[in-house]
């Protein structure tokens, strides 16, 4: 089996890809739903039950995509930082990886 060597260039390329997504996040999306088109529920007709039942709807999938979108942009954030804090060169551990040299099966007799 080959040696897998860091390659922190490969990560730098990666860091891009995640800024890129959370300036896409907070630039674009999050604002549709903050102060946007998606942050006042439509009118939902004039049939009976029809507004009570889907201002609820649509009220909980509001809180339920904000929620989901604000872990995602923690998420892709935590990721860049972690990504960040490997090629700083404070941690020697994470300055190069033999992925290469752990094997499992040698332990077991």
Do not use: C
């Not at 959370?22 to 004039?46: Q, R, Y």
Request: glycine share 10%; proline share 5%.
């Amino acid at each position: 089996m080959a040696d897998r060597v860091f390659d922190p260039e490969s990560i730098g390329e990666y860091r891009q890809f995640l800024v890129e997504l959370i300036e896409e996040l907070e630039n674009e999306v999050l604002p549709v739903l903050a102060t946007g088109t998606l942050s006042k529920a439509p009118a939902f007709g004039t049939a009976p039950g029809a507004a009570e039942n889907a201002l609820g709807q649509y009220l909980e999938f509001h809180a339920a995509m904000w929620r989901n979108l604000q872990y995602l942009r923690g998420t892709l954030y935590g990721l860049d930082q972690a990504l960040a804090e490997m090629t700083s060169g404070d941690d020697q551990a994470a300055v190069y990886f033999d992925f290469g040299a752990f094997d499992p099966a040698a332990g077991a007799s």
